[in-house]
């Protein structure tokens, strides 16, 4: 009887232990390829320098939300210097959103191949240098061009932060450092329009592109001298002991230092990473799923943010309202995703994000019906932003964590890509909707369907495994 105890009590042992903090570390574990590795950096606590590694993805991402956004916060501004009329600044506001889905389908998945730190600072290099040339234009063709291309560095960023984080974060922290990376996007779009409201006045449009170019300089200055490599990738893709261990250890220098053994990595790496290998491996499925998160979930922020004050507007609500429900919608976003990444260490991200979805379902169609109540209407606009907008780091963690090492940063980049056409699209199927003279009702209920689409393809999502943090394979999978 005490043996067959004992047996059941050896079955239920988890396969690795969890340590406390950086003690006691297991060379055996520490030298047992990528998968110990991975072990490893999840025995890990939180310190300073990890701290330090999310500060500086957070302030990318804030500027690159703030530079993205940008461009709407001067149009007024450039309306009157340039004497043009408003609408033809529609090209302009489109092109930047074509050059980051070029930057996340073709350059961030380099990354997987070069490096996350090259790419990095490379990317943030680019699109600094690129705000502070926009800075200088005096047409409307070079706004055009210098838009598009600030999109391409803009679009690369975002994957590469993502990645970073997600693998120097120990798996139980990695959901809410994922979540809270991406809502800094939001983050920077709130500070954009705050410091136009006294910037423009005080020393005009241009000096926006000036500080949304020097600032991120300085950050990948700060890069330059302190960013690791992932030690992830580098184990994964052959490189030596000494350069994984030189890489841990800027993150947490204890592990790298009581591992004495070597670190294995792949004997023979590939030599080159195609997105082929998205859909390798039993991944076709998730990918789609993924894909269509992306897409559906842009297609509806963009559609909210650019068509809803018009909306309130023409259903006879004061300007105030209508120009508030924008602030309202944001505000929503950035406390959704918070709340969100907080209750990720209780509830699995994956139920969290079903239960998002359909919310926003239901928000959405409320607002149709709510949209002539000057005193209810902010509620559901609140309730929309807090499910569309807060559900966005959800889907990026969720992506981050599902693609291993090697791939991840071409996962990241062309899931965002194929959302970021759909950030395209929101703003013309809103002008379609108007153009067909819809009621208001039918207007939103239409609108709230793709998120019943994207509640359900979250279902599928979870029916296929994915929603936890696995660990790297030791080996690459295609191999």
């Known amino acids: 009887m005490e043996r067959q105890l004992q047996q059941a009590r050896a079955r239920r042992r988890p396969r690795w232990p969890r340590w406390p903090g950086n003690a006691g570390v297991n060379e055996d574990r520490a030298s047992a390829g990528p998968a110990g590795l991975e072990a490893l950096i999840d025995r890990?606590?939180?310190?300073?320098?990890?701290?330090?590694?999310?500060?500086?993805?957070?302030?990318?991402?804030?500027?690159?939300?703030?530079?993205?956004?940008?461009?709407?916060?001067v149009a007024p501004a450039i309306v009157e210097d340039w004497k043009i009329s408003p609408s033809a600044l529609a090209p302009v506001f489109s092109i930047g959103l074509l050059g980051m889905v070029i930057g996340s389908l073709a350059i961030s998945p380099l990354a997987d191949r070069h490096g996350r730190r090259p790419m990095l600072i490379l990317s943030v290099s680019f699109f600094g240098l690129c705000m502070l040339a926009t800075g200088a234009v005096h047409t409307m063709h070079e706004l055009l061009i210098m838009r598009l291309v600030t999109g391409v560095g803009l679009g690369t960023t975002v994957p590469n932060v993502l990645a970073l984080v997600s693998e120097f974060t120990p798996a139980r922290h990695r959901s809410a450092a994922v979540m809270i990376m991406a809502a800094c996007f939001t983050v920077g779009a709130a500070v954009g329009g705050y410091n136009a409201a006294w910037m423009?006045?005080?020393?005009?449009?241009?000096?926006?592109?000036?500080?949304?170019?020097?600032?991120?300089?300085?950050?990948?200055?700060?890069?330059?001298?302190?960013?690791?490599?992932?030690?992830?990738?580098?184990?994964?893709?052959?490189?030596?002991?000494?350069?994984?261990?030189?890489?841990?250890?800027?993150?947490?220098?204890?592990a790298a230092r009581a591992a004495n053994s070597n670190f294995l990595s792949v004997k023979s790496p590939p030599s080159h990473i195609p997105v082929a290998e998205l859909f390798r491996d039993g991944r076709f499925w998730p990918?789609?799923?993924?894909?269509?998160?992306?897409?559906?979930?842009?297609?509806?922020?963009?559609?909210?943010?650019?068509?809803?004050?018009?909306?309130?507007?023409?259903?006879?609500?004061?300007?105030?309202?209508?120009?508030?429900?924008?602030?309202?919608?944001?505000?929503?976003?950035?406390?959704?995703?918070?709340?969100?990444?907080?209750?990720?260490?209780?509830?699995?991200?994956?139920?969290?994000?079903?239960?998002?979805?359909?919310?926003?379902?239901?928000?959405?169609?409320?607002?149709?019906?709510?949209?002539?109540?000057?005193?209810?209407?902010?509620?559901p606009i609140f309730a929309a932003g807090f499910c569309v907008i807060g559900g966005q780091p959800a889907i990026s963690a969720i992506t981050a964590q599902y693609y291993p090492t090697l791939i991840r940063s071409s996962g990241v980049g062309w899931s965002l890509g194929i959302g970021r056409i759909g950030s395209i699209a929101g703003p013309l199927v809103g002008g379609l909707f108007l153009e067909m003279k819809w009621g208001n009702g039918r207007l939103f209920?239409?609108?709230?369907?793709p998120s019943l689409i994207a509640g359900f393809a979250v279902l599928l999502l979870a029916r296929a495994g994915v929603g936890g943090a696995p660990a790297d394979p030791p080996r690459y999978p295609s191999q």
């Open 44 to 73: 890990q606590n939180v310190g300073a320098p990890l701290i330090g590694l999310c500060a500086l993805g957070a302030l990318c991402m804030i500027m690159d939300g703030f530079d993205a956004q940008v461009i709407g916060f």
């Open 200 to 254: 423009i006045p005080a020393y005009g449009w241009r000096s926006l592109f000036a500080a949304g170019g020097a600032i991120p300089l300085l950050i990948a200055a700060l890069m330059f001298f302190w960013l690791p490599e992932s030690a992830k990738l580098l184990a994964l893709s052959g490189a030596e002991s000494a350069r994984i261990k030189n890489a841990l250890g800027k993150i947490y220098a204890k």
């Open 445 to 449: 209920l239409t609108a709230a369907i």
């Open 287 to 379: 990918t789609i799923l993924i894909w269509l998160l992306n897409f559906i979930n842009l297609l509806q922020l963009y559609f909210l943010s650019n068509w809803l004050p018009t909306l309130l507007r023409s259903s006879h609500l004061t300007m105030k309202t209508a120009v508030t429900s924008g602030t309202f919608l944001q505000v929503g976003g950035l406390t959704g995703a918070l709340l969100v990444a907080l209750l990720t260490r209780r509830i699995r991200l994956i139920i969290l994000m079903t239960v998002n979805f359909f919310a926003a379902a239901v928000a959405i169609f409320e607002l149709g019906q709510m949209i002539e109540s000057p005193a209810w209407v902010l509620v």
